[in-house]
């Protein structure tokens, strides 16, 4: 038996077959179909159906499906994915069961990366546990005593909204304060390049501006790490997204900025790691999903 797995993200769709040890039998990835609603569903259901078909077993081998959104999945099935399709909640669940004859269960992507490095990944068999994602965001899964900490309203996570700083910029308003100091588009910003990839590329070729840059956005990655240490008191952070292919820049200054900032007795019980799923992280925390439900 298996499951489905689909990470929809702002710009891939990625579908696999799962068996319950984790093994990836079969998977596709393709740039997401976003220009509305009803072409990101179709292609999710094509995507889903070849899949499925790849992996040589029939819809009868596969039990349930799981999958992740970039925003926020509510409750009662609806997504909030802005990168997607604006700020409209959309009845994402209920079209797909429409699609897809099988039970679907859906959370968030940072939840579901989470979720992943748990079961196979970094965090292998912990309970407790903080994946962050730094990339175009900034968001984290938050595992407390083996649960998923949701929220009210599924927003549970979204730290990109951590203040770390006293004076208010408008930016602040629309990405986050966290985001807008230190997610990719903001070191782009402040080092005055096309990309964050750009200003890793200078940093390692000894660009003092990039340096400098690189410098800044790890102490604010350091403090938001150090403040969800205080607050949750995990065994381990897990640090994953597009920056932190940066790692050899960027891992040894955010774990000295946390030390600093966090409460020392529950920094001394948490370790700071890197992801080791990389992109299969949602993929296999969508597949876990579904084989939980």
Known sequence: MAVLAIDLGGTKLATAVVDTAGRILAMRAEPVEKSSVAQTEEQITAEAHAVVEASGLAWS????????????????????????????DVSLLAEL?????RPIVMESDRAGCALGEQWLGASRGLSNVVFIAIGTGIGAGIIVDGRLIRGAGGSAGAVGWMALDPQFEDAYAAAGC????????????????ASAQAVVAAARARDERCCRTLEEAASYIGMGVANLISTFNPQMVVLGGGLMQARDLLLEPIRREAWKWALPRA????????????????????ARLALES
């Open 97 to 101: 069961s429409g699609r897809i004859a």
């Open 267 to 286: 920094a001394k019980q948490a370790r700071i790691e890197l992801s080791q799923l990389g992109e299969r992280a949602g993929l296999l925390g969508a």
């Open 178 to 193: 966290w985001e807008a100091l230190s997610a990719g588009p903001a070191v782009a910003r402040r080092a005055g390049l």
């Open 61 to 88: 081998g596969i039990s349930r499906v799981g999958l992740i959104v970039p925003g926020i999945a509510t409750c009662d099935g609806f997504a909030w994915a802005p990168n997607l399709w604006g700020d409209a």
